[in-house]
């Protein structure tokens, strides 16, 4: 675990981090960061109240939340920051389900960051792409509620358009904090490009983060897997994805295709020629 503290206080000021204080892609999908990202989401919804909402004392601790598919995107060790992508979900229990509409679970694809100061090294967390979840904890606050109907409450939706790999090359070799290649990130991260390519259906780029030699085989021709998961029933979705070493990733993904549903799994393995990171074959599992 990177850092411990109570989370009360981590969506305003942090808490140092114990420890050496390396910045790691783990605080991506650190509890910390969980509880972190649900405080911002009340404090935005306390601010949009202007003082007319109802105390959050008896939801926000009996709302819980949990990040999905957490990926990191970049590990920015020289200004302290790391930013990540998610599906950020709220469970909602029965009792205040009322207050919601109905509804009993929200979600929203968010990309977020967690920065540490040059000072205290104490994370500061920032959010895009949560507005509907914030307005629903806003209606949800909103005084007399708990007697509307569902379509007074402003439902939050999946974004239509994925998660982006925001701020980094990919295939570029980061460094640690002792100048030495370190490639853990850069496996997950490739693997999620490759399979993020593959969900809108883009076999173009999914092809071009092969190794050169393999890009022409029927499996990864740029044609062929556009043709495929372009024209899926339900386009495939990342579901889990987690690294095994410095050039293996495993993803859990599904999809469907005509009748079938796929609920499958892969391990990815990457390799480094020269200074970029190809995918250098994919051996895949489950039910598909």
Request: charged letters at 20%.
């Amino acid at each position: 675990m990177l850092f411990g503290c109570s989370s009360a206080v981590l969506f305003i000021a942090g808490c140092s981090i114990t420890g050496s204080g390396a910045i790691s892609d783990d605080v991506c999908w650190a509890p910390e960061t969980t509880a972190g990202l649900k405080a911002l989401l009340f404090a935005q919804a306390r601010e949009g109240a202007a003082g007319e909402a109802d105390s959050p004392a008896d939801i926000e601790p009996n709302l819980t939340a949990t990040l999905h598919r957490a990926v990191a995107n970049a590990v920015r060790r020289d200004i302290h920051r790391v930013d990540c992508s998610a599906t950020l979900k709220l469970d909602i229990p029965p009792a205040l389900a009322d207050r919601f509409g109905g509804a009993t679970r929200l979600s929203a694809d968010i990309l977020y960051s967690v920065q540490f100061s040059d000072e205290q090294r104490s994370p500061v967390y920032t959010a895009k792409g949560q507005e509907r979840l914030t307005e629903a904890i806003l209606s949800a606050l909103a005084p007399g509620n708990g007697t509307r109907s569902a379509a007074a409450v402003p439902m939050p939706i999946s974004p239509t358009v994925p998660p982006a790999v925001d701020g980094m090359i990919l295939g570029n070799v980061p460094e640690d904090d002792d100048g030495h290649p370190t490639t853990a990130a850069n496996a997950r991260t490739l693997a999620y490009a490759f399979y993020d390519a593959l969900s809108r259906g883009d076999g173009v780029s999914a092809n071009q983060l092969i190794v050169p030699e393999k890009r022409s085989r029927a499996a990864f021709r740029a044609a062929n897997l556009s043709r495929f998961y372009g024209t899926l029933r339900e386009p495939l979705r990342i579901e889990s994805i987690r690294p095994i070493d410095n050039d293996h990733a495993q993803v859990g993904y599904s999809y469907a295709a005509g009748a079938s549903r796929c609920q499958g799994n892969a391990v990815v393995t990457t390799t480094v020629i020269g200074t970029e990171r190809l995918i250098e074959s994919i051996q895949t599992g489950g039910g598909c």
